[in-house]
């Protein structure tokens, strides 16, 4: 059973040449030595149960909701680099990008790393179709449910600014270090 729950968690393999939204999100050490190296099953475990909640609440959102659309995947070429990002739902109808997350413990503010993901997926789905959405995110608990309106998408400049921290590995996401399988391995959060 267990072997079966990790299994859940292997991702597709990445694209040489595309720069998907999560790593510009994520410190770019840890998710290198996660290539290197892999996660723990503790951290495996954690992230399937996040995903078997996250489709279970998109499911239930799309059922009630015909103006929703799913996993919805944006490509935007910028400045010779290629991004890739998969918003988990599209609200047309309101003008919406909502990405839900799952959590033990709402915030009571909105994490760094998921305003930046939906500012760039405002800035990559703006670009696409030429029109400006607000976003949502909604956080879920086993107790609660919480939405924060991110309204700023990103500028070019700042996303291309993090496209190059990413590539020289200087996104260094020092607030994420405390919760990182690879803390002993890494030389970069001190």
């Known amino acids: 059973m267990k072997r079966a729950i990790l299994k859940s968690t292997e991702k597709r393999p990445r694209e040489e040449g595309i720069i998907e939204v999560t ?5 770019s050490n840890k998710i290198r030595l996660a290539q290197q190296y892999g996660y723990s099953d503790n951290t495996l475990f954690l992230f399937a149960r996040g995903h078997l909640l996250h489709d279970l609440i998109e499911e239930l959102l799309l059922n009630e909701d015909q103006g929703l659309t799913a996993e919805v995947e944006m490509i935007v070429h910028l400045n010779g680099n290629t ?3 998969i ?4 609200d ?10 799952t959590t033990s413990i709402i915030p009571k503010e909105p994490y ?8 760039i997926y405002l800035n990559l ?16 608990s086993m107790k609660d449910v919480v ?29 994420q270090c405390k919760y990182c399988d690879f803390f002993d391995l890494c030389k970069l959060h001190d």
């Open 83 to 85: 991004i890739m990002g």
């Open 23 to 27: 790593q510009l999100t994520n410190c």
């Open 92 to 101: 047309e109808t309101r003008d919406t990008i909502l990405e839900i997350k």
């Open 87 to 90: 918003a988990d739902l599209i």
């Open 125 to 140: 789905y703006e670009k696409i179709t030429g029109k400006s959405m607000k976003g949502i995110l909604l956080y879920f």
């Open 147 to 175: 939405e924060f309106e991110i309204n700023e998408k990103i500028s070019d400049n700042e996303l291309l600014d993090l496209i190059e921290k990413y590539k020289e590995n200087k996104n260094i996401k020092k607030e």
């Open 112 to 119: 760094a790393e998921h305003i930046l993901q939906l500012r």
